[in-house]
């Protein structure tokens, strides 16, 4: 398993494992339906505050948009293997990352709106408002675009950095922490 996530009313749990995505009923916790469409294992899964949508991104380089009775509409690529996926809680655009883009899709586009990144992509997040779409880089940067896709990036320096930025019209705060190393005697790597 590699991600999962809730259907926003709570009903079902999306869950990315193998090359399948599994949608269960969480009353009684019986498979739904397994969803076939990508072709290698499948990374993350992200629903819609709607409820309306989901989505699924792979290692097939694939995003596929499901609707909420878990028929796909929707396939598009990227260069690269899909990273992670977040729906704008308010416009319902999706940010997919990949390696070494991310690509904006919204319902009333035909196309995605793909971004050169300079850096792997780890992990993004949109404000709870959806005015902004953080990214996170594998080499500390946290590029933070507006509604328009401009960037407003941070570079996370030192052994361990707390960036807080308080602003852009009171409406993003974020706190973001970066561990180059371990500078605590009492943290101790996890054996699982």
Request: charged share 20%.
């Given at each position: 398993?590699?991600?999962?996530?809730?259907?926003?009313?709570?009903?079902?749990?999306?869950?990315?494992?193998?090359?399948?995505?599994?949608?269960?009923?969480?009353?009684?916790?019986?498979?739904?339906?397994?969803?076939?469409?990508?072709?290698?294992?499948?990374?993350?899964?992200?629903?819609?505050?709607?409820?309306?949508?989901?989505?699924?991104?792979?290692?097939?380089?694939?995003?596929?948009?499901?609707?909420?009775?878990?028929?796909?509409?929707?396939?598009?690529?990227?260069?690269?293997?899909?990273?992670?996926?977040?729906?704008?809680?308010?416009?319902?655009?999706?940010?997919?990352?990949?390696?070494?883009?991310?690509?904006?899709?919204?319902?009333?586009?035909?196309?995605v709106a793909k971004h050169k990144v300079n850096s792997r992509v780890t992990c993004c997040s949109w404000t709870n408002d959806g005015q902004y779409l953080a990214v996170g880089l594998y080499s500390g940067i946290v590029s933070i675009r507006n509604?328009?896709?401009?960037?407003?990036?941070?570079?996370?320096?030192?052994?361990?950095?707390?960036?807080?930025?308080?602003?852009?019209?009171?409406?993003?705060?974020?706190?973001?922490?970066?561990?180059?190393?371990?500078?605590?005697?009492?943290?101790?790597?996890?054996?699982?």
């Open positions: 398993v590699w991600d999962l996530c809730f259907r926003p009313d709570g009903t079902q749990l999306i869950v990315a494992a193998g090359n399948r995505v599994l949608v269960y009923d969480t009353n009684d916790g019986t498979l739904i339906q397994p969803l076939k469409g990508h072709k290698d294992t499948v990374y993350c899964v992200c629903y819609a505050k709607d409820g309306k949508r989901f989505a699924s991104g792979s290692a097939d380089k694939s995003v596929i948009i499901w609707t909420n009775k878990m028929e796909g509409i929707l396939k598009y690529t990227h260069n690269d293997s899909i990273q992670c996926l977040a729906y704008n809680p308010v416009s319902h655009q999706l940010a997919s990352c990949a390696c070494t883009d991310f690509g904006l899709w919204s319902p009333e586009q035909k196309s509604k328009a896709c401009v960037s407003l990036s941070w570079f996370i320096e030192s052994l361990i950095s707390y960036t807080i930025y308080r602003g852009l019209l009171n409406q993003l705060y974020f706190i973001v922490a970066c561990l180059s190393s371990l500078v605590h005697s009492d943290l101790k790597p996890c054996k699982c």
